[in-house]
């Protein structure tokens, strides 16, 4: 799953949102030098990427991508952030420009609190508003096209959107059968920030 994913799935708990953003910036266990609901989003972020590359709907999406090699799966992370974006008025109460304004003003009063090795890419998701271009195919070709320039192997991630467009109702009718799935999952990190 990929940022907007990981974010839906904390719910409304601050700390399982920030940690859910700086899991992919932190190795090992320096993440207990973060408060403990940040921590919790951390482990949360873990758990959900074990869970997502177990799944057999998300291993069967990896299948269509399969030319793509070791980045299938990063592809299919984005492509679900997409379906996640085009199917959030289905799945949530809250429209998502006022989620990801939400998102974006949270992750911003928590700079403080989170590593340094995370601001940029902060920066740059508030600047170019990844979270609600998602729902956009251009905008996931964007996204596409900049982790091409960030590679250092022949990618061929900016041709990728090629295969979201071919498989549309395919992708969209597994992310929904996954989305059920994950949502499961995770309920029990929304259950107990609430306690």
């Known amino acids: 799953m990929n940022f907007l994913a990981h974010f839906a799935l904390a719910g409304k708990d601050e700390g399982l949102l ?43 999406g990896k299948r269509k991508l399969k030319r793509y090699r070791h980045y299938s799966g990063v592809i299919l992370d984005i492509f679900y952030d997409h ?19 939400n998102t ?18 902060l920066d740059a998701m508030i600047k170019y508003d990844w979270l609600y271009h998602y729902q956009f195919i251009d905008g996931i070709e964007q ?28 992708f969209n009718n597994e992310f929904l059968v996954f989305w059920k799935d994950m949502m499961d999952e995770t309920e029990g990190y929304r259950k107990e920030s609430k306690e």
């Not at 379906?83 to 304004?101: C, G, M, Q, S």
């Open 83 to 101: 379906f996640l974006a085009v199917n959030w008025h289905r799945l949530f109460d809250v429209p998502i420009d006022a989620f990801v304004k």
């Open 18 to 60: 920030v940690g859910n953003f700086v899991a992919d910036f932190i190795n090992g266990d320096d993440h207990l030098d973060l408060s403990i609901s940040i921590q919790k989003g951390v482990e949360m972020h873990r758990s959900i990427d074990v869970y997502t590359d177990k799944h057999l709907v998300f291993r069967q």
């Open 104 to 121: 974006y003003e949270i992750l911003e009063r928590n700079r403080k609190n989170i590593p340094t090795s995370s601001h940029k890419a």
């Open 143 to 170: 996204v596409l096209n900049s982790m091409k320039k960030r590679t250092s192997y022949v990618s061929l991630l900016d041709e990728s959107v090629f295969e979201l467009v071919k498989h549309y109702k395919e």
